[in-house]
């Protein structure tokens, strides 16, 4: 494969001159090519091949029963197919189509179906709300103001030293191949938002420059989901879910496993410890059940309705 030639799909207008190449020897010749262009660059390619046929091999593969049940596990069968929707190369309603293809019910595709439909909603609440996605939506529900938040990324997030295994394993994975599992999306977002208190509008410029699927309305508007400027309350986790969800692959190499790792505890302990009392809002303890939406609409509407956030479960 590695020698294969690269070449991309053909223009429905002439190449002009001055255009960057589109057809390669091999991809050794492409990277060659990006590190001249890009000399400030660092890394290497991500393993992600892009292109449509690659693409429809991916589709071939959806297994929408087996996902509803297991979509959650870092090795659970989720698509991949982020990049390729993200940059074209698949529409929407191919997936769909392919899904319900696959699947004898209607219950077997409803999961992977509606997950679709999420991207559906963010990029319809992009076209309303434009650059209003870098703004909070809502209120915060942590009892923190905005001002509390740090506006920077921190360095040892940035460089993926924090020494928390997990947190460091999915950066360097962010880093490496551009893509990270939906679970460890949201753990990396809350650990930043939750425990190191930075802006989530931080963390979603760092994403951006680093997701092949990388996508302002999927992206920003999930961080706010993270974040609760956009939810009735913000998500958070503990150890126990991540572990289970992760298999416990990252707890059994942290060197903060015995002691100091910041998530073991009960989400009762993490709630009283990660944000302040707001019990208008947010009631305190086990209250783990999606509970009404309490979304308000941008001061940009004139119908809040259109963008409230429907409530979801994990
Ligand atoms: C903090 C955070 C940032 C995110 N940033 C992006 C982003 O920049 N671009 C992006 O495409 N997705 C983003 N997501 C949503 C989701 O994590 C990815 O779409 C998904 O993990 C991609 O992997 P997959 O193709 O295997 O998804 P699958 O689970 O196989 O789902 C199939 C397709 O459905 C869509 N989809 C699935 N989950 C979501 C979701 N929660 N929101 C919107 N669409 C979804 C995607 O197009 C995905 O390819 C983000 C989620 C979080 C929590």
């Known amino acids: 494969m590695a020698s294969e030639p690269l070449a991309g799909a053909p223009l429905p207008w002439p190449e002009q001159p001055g255009d960057l190449p ?15 262009l890009f000399p400030e660059a660092p890394g290497a390619l991500s393993p992600i091949r892009g292109g449509r046929r690659q693409a429809e091999q991916l589709l071939g593969r959806v297994q929408p029963e087996r996902y509803a049940k297991a979509r959650n596990f870092l090795n659970g069968p989720v698509t991949r197919l982020s990049p390729y929707i993200r940059h074209g190369a698949l529409t929407l309603a191919e997936v769909r189509d392919a899904v319900f293809a696959r699947t004898r ?3 077997g595709s409803e999961k992977l179906i509606n997950e679709l439909g999420w991207r559906d909603y963010w990029q319809r609440l992009w076209q309303q709300l434009g650059d209003g996605i870098w703004r909070d939506q809502e ?18 997030v940035a460089e993926g030293r924090t020494g928390l295994a997990c947190m460091d394993g999915f950066i360097a994975e962010l880093h490496e191949t551009g893509w990270l599992h939906n679970h460890a999306r949201m753990w990396l977002a809350a650990y930043l938002v939750h425990w190191r208190r930075v802006r989530w509008q931080a963390g979603a410029q760092w994403f951006l420059r680093h997701l092949l699927d990388g996508d ?8 706010q989901w993270v974040a609760s400027s956009f939810s009735h309350k913000p998500y958070f986790f503990n150890r126990g879910n991540l572990e289970r969800y992760s298999n416990g692959t990252f707890c059994r190499s942290c060197p903060l496993s015995e002691q100091g790792c910041p998530f073991d505890a009960s989400y009762e302990q993490l709630e009283a410890e990660l944000f302040a009392p707001m019990p208008a809002i947010r009631s305190g303890g086990s209250d783990r059940q999606p509970r009404r939406q309490t979304s308000r609409g941008s001061a940009t509407t004139a119908n809040p309705s259109a963008f409230s956030r429907p409530t979801r479960r994990r």
């Open 22 to 36: 589109r057809r390669f020897a091999s991809r050794a010749a492409l990277e060659q090519q990006l590190r001249a």
């Open 105 to 107: 019910s209607r219950q």
């Open 139 to 156: 209120e915060l529900k942590t009892g923190h103001q905005p001002g509390a938040y740090a506006r920077e990324l921190p360095a040892d």
């Open 216 to 223: 302002p309305a999927s992206n920003n508007l999930s961080w």
